[in-house]
């Protein structure tokens, strides 16, 4: 599996937007759940979002919910975060990661991550 950034983080003003893109070779995204993942300096990994194999289900983490959304384009096998109404607490490199065990919830994926991981982009967000 490997994935690749299409395009990404970057650094905004609080209140800004920032759509994050996942894109992948070699597998195709429909048969994964697809999560997004950050670590702020000197924090743990904490989970984002995530969508299930057939997006339709979506799961936010609650620092998140009503700002961040995922959406998925399997004709581009690709997978985005629009970030909107950014804080500077969102501040973090931002990943991309995938399962293809897809009977778990989001809360276990938050937990215990996913199999498959991307690399980093960095999101800073100025006060």
């Known amino acids: 599996l490997r994935f690749s950034w299409a395009s990404g983080g970057g650094l905004v003003q609080a209140g800004g937007s920032l759509r994050l893109s996942c894109a992948a070779s070699?597998?195709?995204?429909?048969?994964?759940?697809i999560g997004w993942f950050r670590q702020a300096p000197g924090k743990e990994r904490e989970g984002v979002s995530c969508?299930?194999?057939?997006?339709?289900?979506?799961y936010y983490a609650d620092s998140v919910k009503g700002r961040f959304t995922i959406s998925s384009d399997y004709a581009k096998n690709t997978v985005y975060l629009q970030m909107n109404s950014l804080k500077p607490e969102d501040t973090a490199v931002y990943y991309c990661?995938?399962?293809?065990?897809?009977?778990?919830?989001?809360?276990?994926?938050?937990?215990?991550?996913?199999?498959?991981w991307g690399k980093g982009t960095l999101v800073t967000v100025s006060s």
């Open positions: 990661a995938a399962d293809p065990r897809t009977y778990y919830s989001g809360d276990y994926y938050f937990a215990y991550g996913m199999d498959y």
């Open positions: 070699g597998f195709t995204f429909d048969d994964y759940a």
């Open positions: 969508i299930s194999a057939s997006g339709g289900t979506t």
